[in-house]
């Protein structure tokens, strides 16, 4: 039986229902808790990424370019920080013992070590529903987890009433 679950967590839809899944399944299980966020790039709602290192040679970035973009990516960061305050709360609440953790980086990546060095016994998360050519040049975040993954996975996947009500919200942007 599970023990140890680590949800990987973002900021989407998929995210809250992700927690809920884990939560349901600690309850149940009488397992601890280990809410993950990673931040990323790749996460809708982060900023812009910075990619010239040298932000004197190209025209149009500045210090105050760079000045607006940490300010951009701190609120990003505490808004995740918030949001893992928030399940933790309400997992502590149902007497599950959670903690929760917020790191930089290749999510995949991220995601596997931490379930390693803390004997995650599952790791649930979210796919985005990235196929074809999108998933080779961008990744697939979940695909890298079940290949690399220490333990057992379990990705979670939206129900077909929200898919369709996300791919509305998409393609209405």
């Not at 007497?95 to 803390?118: D, H, K, V, Y």
Request: glycine fraction near 6%; proline fraction near 3%.
């Amino acid at each position: 039986m599970f023990k140890r679950i680590l949800a990987a967590l973002d900021r989407s839809e998929i995210g809250i229902e992700v927690f809920n899944q884990a939560l349901c399944l600690a309850k149940l299980t009488s397992a601890e808790l280990m809410l993950l966020h990673v931040l990323s790039h790749e996460e809708d709602g982060s900023p812009e990424a910075l990619i010239f290192p040298n932000i004197d040679y190209y025209p149009g970035w500045n210090e105050e370019t760079f000045k607006l973009y940490q300010e951009h990516w701190e609120k990003f960061k505490n808004e995740g920080l918030e949001m893992l305050q928030s399940f933790s709360s309400q997992a502590n609440t149902a007497g599950i013992n959670t903690e929760f953790m917020q790191n930089s980086g290749n999510p995949g990546r991220m995601i596997c070590e931490l379930a390693r060095t803390w004997n995650a016994d599952l790791i649930m998360m979210g796919r985005r529903g990235r196929s074809g050519l999108a998933e080779f040049f961008l990744g697939s975040q979940s695909n890298y987890v079940l290949h690399h993954a220490p333990c057992s996975v379990q990705i979670v996947h939206l129900p077909v009433s929200a898919k369709t009500q996300e791919e509305e919200v998409v393609s209405n942007q």
